[in-house]
């Protein structure tokens, strides 16, 4: 499966996570991350990108266009 969030995770951020339990990546078959700490560190993460996906979304900072496009260019 191809969860774009998650390969970010991964990715970006787990390598400045610094886990030391030697657990690294490894997943339960429920999918949650075996160290408890990368796993409480993944939920945050998802919360932080469902909020931001969601501020995107009501448009409440009209200088970002991120979610829809007008037709004219991004004024960052």
Same mark, same amino acid.
């Given at each position: 499966m191809n969860d774009p969030m998650r390969d970010l995770f991964e990715n970006?951020? %787990?390598? +400045?996570?610094?886990?030391?339990?030697?657990?690294?990546?490894?997943?339960?078959?429920?999918?949650? %991350?075996? +160290?408890?700490?990368?796993?409480?560190?993944?939920?945050?993460?998802?919360?932080?990108?469902?909020?931001?996906i969601e501020y995107l979304k009501t448009k409440e900072n009209e200088q970002y266009s991120d979610i829809v496009s007008d037709g004219g260019m991004d004024p960052r």
């Open positions: 970006m951020v %787990y390598p +400045s996570f610094g886990v030391t339990s030697g657990h690294s990546l490894r997943r339960k078959p429920n999918g949650e %991350y075996v +160290s408890d700490a990368l796993e409480d560190h993944w939920q945050t993460f998802q919360e932080g990108w469902e909020c931001a």
